[in-house]
Nanobody
Framework: QVQLVESGGGSVQAGGSLRLSCAASVNRYTRMGWFRQAPGKEREGIAA????????SYGDSVKGRFTISQDNAKRTVYLQMNSLKPEDTAMYYC???????????????????WGQGTQVTVSS
């Protein structure tokens, strides 16, 4: 049973930073992604990491501001979010894609397991 537990969300002013964590009961080679969903909008993929090939992917809306990383010893995936904007306000979800991998690393349909989410609110 795969379990994903997000933490680190909160309220911050525009221009500030937050770091989200996802504790994952998966092996170190599992492809992991971060997604977000704002009220009234579809869930979008914003960052992914594929340790098996050493590759990261980012959505255009967060490229250059967000960084995904992982700590294999702690089995934790992080999302460092800098230069936050009010439009970054959303529920943020961690997801795991177990092999065999297929589809886009930022595509919702690619992922098999999801966390419960953590809320991020950015005020102007």
């Amino acid at each position: 049973q795969v379990q994903l537990v997000e933490s680190g969300g909160g309220s911050v002013q525009a221009g500030g930073s937050l770091r989200l964590s996802c504790a994952a009961s998966v092996n170190r080679y599992t492809r992991m992604g971060w997604f977000r969903q704002a009220p009234g909008k579809e869930r979008e993929g914003i960052a992914a990491i594929d340790p098996s090939v050493g590759r990261t992917s980012y959505g255009d809306s967060v490229k250059g501001r967000f960084t995904i990383s992982q700590d294999n010893a702690k089995r934790t995936v992080y999302l460092q979010m800098n230069s936050l904007k009010p439009e970054d306000t959303a529920m943020y979800y961690c997801a795991a894609d177990v092999p065999p991998y297929g589809g886009s690393p930022l595509g919702l349909a690619s992922y098999d397991y999801w966390g419960q989410g953590t809320q991020v609110t950015v005020s102007s």
